[in-house]
């Protein structure tokens, strides 16, 4: 019967992984991934029943979830950048079109990147027949896509701007080319005018829009100052209320961009163009001027009349409530109590206050240090005034969230706490907005199951707001964090999102992926990322990369969890750095384990892009690594492949890392051959190279006589002699048995050198001292002459060589750098 063992080493051997045992007897059953060309599941540890063996079927790990059309829109912007054949422009449309029509969540700057090069593509490669890919219709769809999303990304949004302005750009085009074909001159004329008066009403105040919302107000505003610069001499009614919204837009833009100078220049032509402010706008100019303390221009915008956003004409329309409670806000901590009375007494002057009015007042008397049961009795004198004059009005969640609001930005959750519960006293329930503030200022303040609590009580009004999906996630990064929390309340939290596909934030997906790698839940981790990882952009996809290689680099975990999250990483995340990798690399070399070093080392030099391919810098690592771990078999196979590298040069500091390697392999004449070469080049050595030449001496009969000749040359050529080379021809004369003279040198070291002997030069003497009769010796000498760094010795332990019989050796670090 031929052995399952055998069969399984040559698979491991041919398919270029690693040979794991995970059946120690110390070892508790855990599930084992080794993962070959793709990711997928590998049989769990070995643990079956007859029966359960026969019917069991393995578990599959989840396909990943791409969005649809991306990947064949990164085909094409891959083919660009190596000049090869781009994708079919048929497959190219399609795929364009599905993107949008089926991308869940944001739409990032990377993703809007490659969808502006696709469409250019799409634009310089029509049909056959020589007609767009795309009609008029769904690119203004697409305009109206990105426009109605209204969320700016963190990264900026300019893509956006160039995307959203080559759409419009397009339209024109084929706009002005259906004009054109008209078929006769008084067609053309009137089709001609109807095409102007779509650009000027629909098109432009779109492409306006579309600026004022990513970040780009400037070029807004010249298209407005151009286009809709004269509002009192518009006689249309709807070009009227497209200017109003178009000015509006810029507004509302500038102070999204929290510039003061561009807020400065808009307001400036905003004025000039005579154009009507709405209520939303006023809102939003208080609102802006008042978080400056800029009172006299928010009074200035407050004292401004306002017309209904909506309105065809110029209908007066009523201040909106931000307005009051912006501004009052601001005169209260800004200590302008008179303006503030004033606003206060125009609300209740003549007439009963409407609902806006009350609930600025309450905020006005909040933010003058009135307490929640001050708060409590005014809302009583409220109820009691309107019940009089025959028109109620009753506080409502408003009331309440707008009082948790202000307690919040007080960072004071207690009133904000207090002021939930009164709502709760008067039968106010609360909603979405206040269950998310409740998570948000309990999470400020660390109480977790508080703000588990406040989720639970979400559920029943979750309706998936921007807020609340981000508190949310906020909530679950604390629990991965916390250890007092069970497993199973992250994960029904999480399952709720996942059935409400709610967004993921990617810092969320980390720490649940580093929460199941901690649990040895290799599926599950990997079923996570199948599912969210392709969904964002590489710069967030960096932070779950990051966050696996920290969990890699960390020393406590075991190096089997380790590698698993390696595996993970290298084919979820191909694109992490040539710099992350080297730092993995390393890590395994210190954990001892050169073999898992060097599959890193191979999966550097077989990647398929040029910049995360081995260079130098990555061999310089991998042979001072193999040098540390003493694994020659690692240090020929990748030797070898060094040699069959046109493209790397040789450097002095990459022959020290070879000369270091053969050293500490046992290869001590192969070593020194590169002394030789290093010595020849053009380069030369550096007193890397001397140190390590030395070292190369330690081991090789007739080491003595090359270390010998090595420092006669030192000393006729007049080089410094440092402490590093002076130890490193110490150890080399005291490893090949001449210990009188490395006596010798340790007693005229002072008075020749100046270094006076310490740690570092006496134990790398005692550890080369190979004999145990001289060793003898050189402790008593140390004992005698300096005892404190014999003290220093004794702590960091020692073993003794030949299984107890031979010579001791302290644990001190004697690797040199290349």
């Not at 049961?373 to 309440?400: F, G, L, S």
Request: aromatic share 10%; glycine share 4%; net charge neutral.
């Amino acid at each position: 019967m031929p052995s399952h063992l055998t069969r399984v080493v040559f698979r491991s051997i041919i398919a270029n992984e690693p040979l794991l045992y995970r059946g120690c007897r110390q070892r508790g059953l855990r599930p084992s991934v080794i993962t070959h060309h793709g990711a997928r599941a590998l049989p769990q540890s070995q643990r079956r029943a007859f029966f359960g063996g026969l019917f069991k079927s393995q578990r599959k790990i989840k396909k990943m979830d791409i969005p649809a059309g991306l990947e064949t829109m990164s085909e094409l912007a891959h083919a660009q950048q190596t000049s090869a054949r781009p994708p079919n422009a048929k497959d190219l449309a399609e795929a364009f079109k599905s993107f949008f029509v089926s991308k869940k969540g944001p739409f990032e700057d990377f993703h809007i990147g490659l969808a502006h090069n696709t469409f250019q593509h799409l634009v310089e490669n029509p049909k056959e027949s020589g007609e767009d890919w795309l009609t008029s219709n769904e690119l203004l769809a697409l305009v109206n896509e990105l426009i109605n999303y209204r969320r700016r990304p963190e990264t900026g949004g300019k893509p956006h701007v160039q995307f959203g302005s080559a759409l419009i750009d397009q339209i024109a085009k084929m706009e002005d080319r259906e004009v054109t074909t008209g078929v006769t001159e008084t067609t053309s004329k009137s089709v001609k005018m109807t095409k102007e008066e779509e650009y000027d009403l629909i098109i432009r105040p779109k492409l306006v829009e579309l600026l004022s919302l990513y970040g780009a107000t400037s070029k807004a505003r010249e298209i407005a100052t151009k286009y809709y610069n004269d509002y009192s001499n518009t006689p249309e009614t709807k070009k009227r209320k497209v200017t109003r919204d178009v000015w509006n837009r810029v507004l509302v833009g500038a102070a999204r961009e929290n510039n003061s100078d561009e807020m400065a220049k808009t307001t400036e032509m905003f004025n000039k163009s005579s154009v009507p402010l709405t209520e939303l706008t006023q809102s939003i100019l208080v609102s802006f001027f008042s978080g400056r303390q800029q009172l006299n221009i928010a009074k200035f915008w407050y004292s401004r009349p306002v017309v209904a956003q909506s309105a065809q004409n110029d209908k007066v329309a009523s201040v909106h409530r931000n307005t009051y409670t912006a501004l009052l806000k601001a005169c209260a901590l800004g200590g302008d109590l008179t303006f503030g009375q004033e606003v206060v007494a125009g609300l209740t002057k003549g007439k009963v206050p409407d609902k806006k009015g009350w609930d600025a007042i309450f905020l006005w008397s909040a933010a003058l240090g009135k307490g929640v049961d001050e708060i409590e009795r005014m809302m009583n004198v409220m109820i009691r005034r309107t019940e009089e004059a025959q028109a109620p009005v009753y506080p409502d969640v408003d009331t309440i969230n707008l009082l948790v609001e202000f307690a919040m930005s007080r960072q004071d959750p207690y009133s904000a706490e207090r002021y939930i519960a009164m709502g709760e006293k008067r039968g106010i329930l609360p909603n979405e907005q206040t269950y998310t503030m409740q998570m948000q200022y309990r999470l400020s303040v660390k109480d977790i199951d508080g703000a588990r609590a406040a989720y639970y009580n979400l559920q029943g009004d979750f309706k998936g707001s921007e807020a609340s999906v981000a508190a949310v996630n906020e909530l679950i990064q604390v629990l991965c964090e916390s250890k007092q929390h069970h497993y199973d309340d992250v994960m029904a939290i999480v399952d709720d999102l996942h059935e409400r596909k709610a967004r993921f934030a990617p810092e969320t997906v980390a720490k649940l992926c580093i929460l199941h790698l901690r649990r040895v839940e290799i599926h599950d981790a990997m079923d996570l990322l199948q599912v969210h990882a392709y969904q964002y952009s590489p710069a967030q996809r960096a932070v779950i990369s990051k966050s696996l290689c920290a969990f890699i680099l960390d020393g406590e975990n075991s190096t089997a969890d380790a590698w698993d999250a390696y595996q993970i990483l290298r084919n979820t995340f191909p694109e992490t750095s040539r710099e992350d990798r080297i730092q993995l690399m390393n890590e395994f070399f210190a954990r001892n384990r050169s073999d898992m070093a060097c599959h890193v080392f191979f999966h550097m030099r077989n990647h398929t892009a040029e910049s995360h391919q081995a260079n130098r810098d990555v061999y310089i690592a991998a042979f001072t690594g193999f040098a540390r771990c003493t694994d020659a078999e690692s240090l020929e196979l990748v030797n070898n492949q060094l040699k069959l590298e046109f493209r790397i040069e040789m450097n002095t500091k990459l022959r020290n890392a070879l000369m270091l390697a053969h050293a500490a392999c046992g290869n001590n004449k192969k070593a020194l051959e590169f002394w030789r070469e290093i010595c020849e080049s053009k380069e030369g050595p550096s007193y890397n190279s001397i140190a390590i030449a030395f070292r190369s001496c330690e081991g090789m009969p007739w080491g003595d006589q090359h270390a010998k000749s090595i420092w006669a040359r030192l000393k006729e050529q007049d080089i410094e002699i440092d402490k590093k080379i002076f130890t490193a021809y110490l150890s080399a004369i005291a490893r090949n048995f001449l210990h009188d003279e490395a006596l010798a040198l340790v007693e005229t070291v002072e008075e020749e050198y100046g270094f006076t002997p310490d740690f570092y030069i006496l134990s790398n003497w005692y550890n080369t001292t190979t004999n145990i009769e001289k060793q003898g010796k050189v402790e008593a000498w140390i004992k005698e002459l300096y005892p404190d760094v014999w003290k220093e010795m004794e702590a960091l332990g020692h073993w003794v060589t030949m299984d107890g019989f031979g010579y001791k050796q302290y644990n001190i670090n004697r690797d040199l750098d290349p």
